[in-house]
């Protein structure tokens, strides 16, 4: 009975792999139409400038409202939708709502300095679609000036290979648009390489961030027994051969004020995390830009 499909019965029989495996197929069923019924929204999490404070720009990040399963976050799709490659459509999606947004803002905030957004791009946007023609259109359409938006690439949809990533980029670049490599260090990690790309961010991977387990020395309190030194070496020889490339550094999952003193100390440009503002919805982007008027 349990030779069906020539798995073991355990496989089989797993009632939480089951549950998986239909949420896996449900999901993807009902992606494409989801695009067209409205049931994505975008969150924004705040980049934070880590020498003043200042909130310089937002990551857009996409949430599924689905009818039966609720709010889910992009780990749960996003696979799926480069799978099967609904992925450039709701690419398409995120770049436009993103940037209306971004425009939306500035146009709210006239006396706010503009924030800029960032914009996850998948590796099948890269290569199944006109990436170029696209950011073009929905610049011209949504008013918002090219250098307030940011694209992130992961290293796999930029390297080793030479033709069409390399000249998409260059098209997107001369347009005044900036282009953030995402996950830094999870990949193939050659800033060599990376630095002839017209490529002007890095994003150094969370998993980095995390090995900041201490505290301060100043808080009197020196590394504890979860300190890992190596680490901040690491990213420290990163951050300084970013910079000498012409890199800026945006730490992500910062979530203690111990880790940020660390990284501003280090020479991490700019920081995004759970310390500053979790993923949040327009509406509290645009209150944090009136307090920020507020106060100067
Ligand atoms: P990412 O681009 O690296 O985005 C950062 C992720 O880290 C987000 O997860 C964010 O909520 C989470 N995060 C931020 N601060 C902290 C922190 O302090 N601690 C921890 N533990 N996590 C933090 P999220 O929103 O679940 O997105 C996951 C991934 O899904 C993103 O990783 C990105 O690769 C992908 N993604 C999100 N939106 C889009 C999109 O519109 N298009 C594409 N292609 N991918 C997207
Ligand atoms: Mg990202
Ligand atoms: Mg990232
Ligand atoms: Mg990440």
Known sequence: WA????????????????????????????LRPAVERGEFALEYQPLVCMEDGGVSGVEALVRWNHPQFGTLTPNRFIGLAEEDGSIVQLGRWVLATACR???????????AEPIFVSVNVAVRQVWDSDLVADVAATLAETGLAPHLLQLELTESAVMGSAGRPLQTLQALSDM????AIDDFGTGYSNLAYLSRLPVS?????????????????????????????????V???????AH????????????????A????RIGCDTGQ????????TPDRISALLRSACART
């Open 3 to 30: 030779k069906a499909d020539g798995k073991s019965r355990w496989t089989l029989f797993d009632p939480e792999r089951n549950a998986h495996r239909i949420t896996r197929q449900a999901l993807s069923s009902t």
């Open 101 to 111: 947004q971004a425009r939306r803002w500035q146009l709210d905030h006239p006396d």
């Open 176 to 179: 005044g648009v900036r282009i």
């Open 201 to 233: 961010v890095l994003k150094l991977d969370g998993s980095f961030v995390r090995g900041f387990q201490f505290e301060s020395a100043e808080n009197g309190a020196g590394a504890d027994a979860r300190s890992n030194p190596a680490d901040e070496v």
């Open 235 to 241: 990213v420290e020889a990163m951050i300084q051969l």
């Open 244 to 259: 000498r490339l012409g890199l800026t550094v945006t730490a992500e999952c910062v979530e203690t004020a111990g880790q």
């Open 261 to 264: 003193s660390r990284l501003r």
């Open 273 to 280: 995390g759970w310390l500053y503002s979790r993923p949040v």
